[in-house]
Every structure is written in C-alpha cells, then in structure tokens.
C-alpha cells in the first residue's frame, strides 16, 4: 500500500494563519487519535491488545480522561491494568532483598555486586512502562510523513511555496524539525535556496510577535490607556505558541458527540 503524501493538510495548515503549521497540524493530528481511540476501535480486539501494551502518556491520560466516554475508557484502562498487573506480579516474583534501604530503597538498587539484580530489573521495567504511549507512537510516524511531504511540496508545488513565504512560519519546536528534515532530504541546491529563505521567514514573523508583546507592555502604561491595542491582546499566548510550541489557551478537547 502507497503511503499518503499529505498534502491537503499542509496546504490546510499554511493556509489557516496559524503562528505554525506544524502546531496547527500536531493539534489536529492529536485530536484525531483521540477520537480514533475512545471511538468504536475500543472495541476491536487488536486495537485494544496494542494499547494494553503501549499504554498511554500522562499527558494523553489526561486527554482522555478529559475527553470523555467513560465506557471507552474503562475498556481501555481495564485491559491495561490487566496487563501490567500481570507483568509487575512477574517482575517481582523475582525480586530478592538487597542491603539497607528498605524496600524502597532496595528497588532504587542499580545491581551492585553480590546482589541479583532482580530488583533493578523490576525498576528497569517499570521506567520503560512510562517510556512509550499508543497516541504518541501513532503521531511520531505520522508527523515524520508530513515532514518529508513537507520537502516534496517545497520542490513540487510552487503554490504552496508562495502560501508557506506569505504565512507566520513555524514555533522554535517545529522549525527545528524542518530544518533536520531539509539538511537530511534536500540537495546541496535546494539547502542553499530553502535553509535561508526559511530562516528570513522566521526572522520577519519573531519580530513581528515581538513588536506585539512589547506593545501589550507599553499599552499598560497609564499613558497609552487610550491608545489602540493593535494586534497585541493575544501576544502573550502566540508567543508562548512560538517559543514551546503549544496553545496555551485552548479550550479542553472533549467528545462532540
């Protein structure tokens, strides 16, 4: 099967006139995961079966529980309590008391020389539980497919060129993975046409959001109290968009249903 080129979302995205593309499409990205799992695929044996393994994030926890559909979640959280229930009462069947510490302190042990290492393993365990998650898994590989579509709209279609120079660029998060995939896919020649025209786009946007925040400051000064806001009311939330790659003041994601 032929992966898909996403090219109506990027061309979505450059056109909503968000401070970036890639936050617009992340937060989309993410929402659809969201509405995927707790939809009718709770109910679908290898669905649930992947995330009794993979687990979930604290932070897409949160979303979910956030979300709604309490009966989604219950299947969902059932089977994965089940699971690592199982695997804990496993990993400790094998743990042998290790010098001081209490027991606490003793699962806290790296393996020291006469001791069996089972309580560390437990612990090894547990850690690499919280190391990967169902949603973020599905929204790595498709972020990475964007991104390189990212490239190939940059050579094939001079439209999206246009819209992409005429839009508010990227957050620092996301112009970091464009410039990795464009120094990783580009050609020497393409680099030294994009790689600058990308940095002058960032360039005119930071100053732009910087020339608003400043102006939110000044207009707390008694002497601008009449003055025009300008484009500053929402400054401080566009720029925390721009340095972490976030929406601070959005709503919580809940079912529509």
Known sequence: MK??????????AVKSGDECLFCWL???LEQENLEFVLGSSYMEDDIRGE????????HHTKMMYDYGNSLGNAWIFKSRLEHMNGELKKQMAHYVPGKGGGFLGRLRKTGQAGESGGSSQAEAWLRSEEGHCYVCGRMKVIYGRMLDTF???LR????????LMDSKGFCFHHFADVLTVCEEKLKPEEKQQWIPKLGELMARNLDRVQ??????????????????WRQSRDAVQRVMQKMAGIYPADPVFQCRK
């Open 3 to 12: 992966e898909k080129l996403y090219t109506i979302e990027l061309t979505d």
């Open 26 to 28: 992340e937060r989309k």
């Open 51 to 58: 995330t009794s393994r993979k687990g979930f994030c604290r």
């Open 151 to 153: 490239v190939y709209m």
């Open 156 to 163: 094939n279609d001079p439209e999206f060129c246009g819209l």
């Open 211 to 228: 020339e608003d925040i400043d102006w939110l400051i000044e207009k707390y000064d008694y002497r601008n109290k009449d003055a025009d």
